[in-house]
């Protein structure tokens, strides 16, 4: 007999789909906001993510601090005391290690810190925390912040309202506003950055992803519709 294919109904793409709840500045729940599976829904590899963590810590390194060797201290040329007789322990320079303004023994010097991570490793590990994040329900969209005065006041009373006041919160915004940067910049609990320098670090290190609405159809036409 020929093998008959299950049709799939509507109520089973939205079981398929995945979402996140969409408030707006009032903090009221107007509806969920679907999200792509390529960036949202992907197998979760937390080894990809510790190294992408790693390499952005080892990156923030500068690598600037420098001693001076015994051979770098000025003076110390002449031979304090003469090798034998005098009771003391035999010395060469007064610009040995062993003496108050004296070289450094194996001390730091300049190092280049700097790792690399390829695009595609990177792009998996960022997909992965999104996932994780939305997995374990620690993401959520908001619509209207285009719309308020910048003024710290008013951020604070929709953080308040959205019940993110003590969160540490990653707010992704869709490009660059300045009254959303404005009324922000001065909350030390949260972090801005535009969806096109999204990290894994970034969202990692927050308690909360705060989507503005117009980020994940960024994210969607950066990473999958461009793809396509």
């Known amino acids: ?71 770098e201290v000025r003076g110390g040329g002449r031979k304090p005391w003469r090798q034998k007789g005098t009771g ?55 619509e209207g912040l285009t719309t308020i005065q910048p003024k710290a006041r008013e951020m604070r009373e929709i953080l308040t309202k959205l019940q993110l006041q003590d969160k540490k919160i990653l707010l992704v915004l869709p490009g660059k506003e300045e009254r959303v940067t404005l009324a922000t910049r001065n909350f030390p609990t949260v972090s801005m950055v535009p969806f096109t320098d999204l990290s894994t670090y970034a969202v990692v290190n927050s308690e909360i992803v705060l989507f503005m609405k117009e980020s994940i159809e960024g994210l969607e036409k950066k990473w999958v519709t461009h793809k396509n």
């Open 1 to 71: 007999m020929p093998k008959v294919t299950k049709k799939s109904t509507g109520d089973e793409k939205k079981k398929e789909s995945i979402s996140i709840p969409l408030m707006n500045i009032q903090g009221e729940i107007k509806k969920d906001v679907a999200l792509p599976k390529d960036i949202f829904d992907v197998e979760v590899s937390e080894d990809l993510i510790t190294q992408a963590i790693h390499i952005h810590l080892m990156n923030l390194r500068q690598g600037t601090v420098r001693t001076k060797s015994r051979g």
């Open 88 to 142: 003391r322990a035999r010395q060469g320079s007064i610009r040995s290690p062993l003496w108050v303004g004296g070289g450094v023994a194996h001390g730091p010097k300049p190092k280049n810190y700097q790792l690399h991570l390829s695009p595609v490793m990177k792009r998996k590990a960022l997909f992965s925390a999104l996932t994780l994040k939305r997995k374990e329900k620690e993401m959520v969209a908001v």
